[in-house]
């Protein structure tokens, strides 16, 4: 049975962080990439907030530029940021991964080069894996590396990769070996984004300004120095990344704050709810609250060092399946009530927007849950 209480440290750090958010972020904010420029402006500064006062990394050792935090801290900042619609913007992913693969894979030379200025939340990094032939089969990918003096010569084409219009670096998978080889011969590059050879355009979607581009590469130089880990062996490092990324996204307590926001939002309104609807509200709640607790098992997991990846799928599939769920039942809130024109009515009607928007792609990013599911399946029979 799984029990779970929370320390008076990390109650008083939620409460911290949400003085934080209340002095710098509007109440309206509903996330980085929208068409307004000032939002990704405020996720830009809020960063640097949060970096002062090392609560952005909090949970990286303090000689990366980290607050030195335990794992259930760096929990408790990712559960509030997401549920504030995350206004972190794109450094989520440096912080959540990123970084964390580099100080496990990285050199002494690369863990101070690249560690501090995530810490400090002034550099954003994409996520070069998926190609328009290889997404939940990444091991097809066939973006080429060559060897030429001094480092290697990048050529080929990412889909999907977002933020990398606004991204400084990328974390790129580029085939060293044959496409044959599958696995075997994959490695990873630190790719700088502003540099010739580098083309990153837009691929306009529902999720907004900035998230989804596909990246060309031709020619594009990487020094030696920015390969992470051995060459040929990046499939030890991805599975490291994927296992940190699947768990890296609390989606469960935006589920739980705007589910808990309904019947204040939707005021007498509540009352003429059917029963019916009244009912799935309620066992979405509780499965919130399920998803919630399958994060803590992995979490309590990862702390101890042993982060087994079925673990993370079916957390993953848990938390996914739970975002369409109630991207459902508050779209059919809001639609029953006829939402009010007062201010909070309207905040909650583009919440429950964003986060219906945000949920289509759920099941997909970061691995869709037929992936996640033969994950699964594959560890029951080890
Ligand atoms: C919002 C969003 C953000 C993303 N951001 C990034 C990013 O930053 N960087 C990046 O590299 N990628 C990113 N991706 C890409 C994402 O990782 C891929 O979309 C995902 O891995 C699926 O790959 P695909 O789109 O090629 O679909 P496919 O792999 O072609 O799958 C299509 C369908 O077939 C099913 N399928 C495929 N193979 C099997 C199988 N063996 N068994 C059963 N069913 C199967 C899938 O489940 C899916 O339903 C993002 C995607 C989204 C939606």
Redesign the pocket.
């Known amino acids: 049975m799984l029990s779970y209480s929370e320390s008076a440290e990390v109650t008083d750090l939620r409460k911290t962080l949400r003085s934080l958010m209340r002095e710098s972020i509007p109440p309206e904010f509903l996330g980085a990439f929208t068409d307004d420029p000032a939002d990704l402006e405020i996720a830009e500064s809020f960063c640097q907030v949060l970096g002062r006062q090392r609560l952005l990394a909090m949970a990286w050792p303090q000689e990366f530029g980290g607050g030195g935090a335990g794992t259930w801290e760096q929990t408790a900042l990712r559960e509030e940021m997401w549920a504030h619609h995350e206004p972190r913007g794109a450094q989520y992913m440096g912080i959540n991964w990123v970084g964390p693969v580099i100080m496990r894979h990285g050199t002494t030379a690369q863990h101070e080069r690249f560690l501090p200025p995530i810490a400090a939340g002034e550099v954003i990094w994409?996520?070069?894996?998926?190609e328009p032939g290889a997404?939940?089969?990444l091991p097809a990918l066939r973006t080429s590396a060559k060897r030429v003096p001094g480092g290697w010569m990048i050529n080929g084409q990412?889909i999907?990769?977002?933020y990398a219009r606004m991204a400084q670096w990328c974390f790129l998978l580029a085939r060293t070996g044959s496409v044959d080889d599958r696995k075997e011969g994959i490695t990873v590059f630190l790719l700088k984004m502003d540099q010739p050879g580098v083309d990153a355009r837009p691929v306009p979607s529902m999720?907004g300004n900035h998230?989804?581009n596909e990246v060309y590469f031709t020619d594009a130089f990487v020094p030696d120095d920015q390969v992470l880990g051995e060459v040929g062996e990046g499939w030890t490092i991805i599975t490291d990344v994927l296992a940190f990324e699947r768990v890296g996204i609390a989606r469960y307590a935006r589920c739980e704050r705007l589910l808990s926001w309904a019947p204040q939002a939707l005021g007498d309104r509540w009352a003429d709810i059917p029963a019916s609807l009244r009912v799935r509200w309620a066992m979405a709640l509780v499965h919130a609250r399920q998803s919630r607790l399958m994060a803590y098992k992995v979490v309590d997991h990862q702390e101890r060092g042993g982060l087994d990846p079925a673990d993370a799928a079916a957390y993953r599939v848990a938390v996914t399946t739970l975002d369409q769920e109630v991207a459902e039942v508050l779209m059919d809130l809001v639609g029953q009530s006829a939402v009010g024109d007062d201010h909070q009515s309207r905040r909650f009607e583009h919440a429950v927007e964003d986060h219906w928007r945000y949920a289509q792609?759920a099941t997909?990013?970061?691995?869709?849950?037929?992936?996640q599911k033969?994950l699964l399946a594959r560890s029951l029979v080890r």
Do not use: I, N, R, Y
């Not at 997909?364 to 992936?371: D, H, I, L």
């Open positions: 994409c996520q070069g894996f998926s997404g939940s089969d990412k999907w990769t977002s999720l998230h989804l792609a997909v990013s970061s691995g869709t849950t037929e992936m033969q």
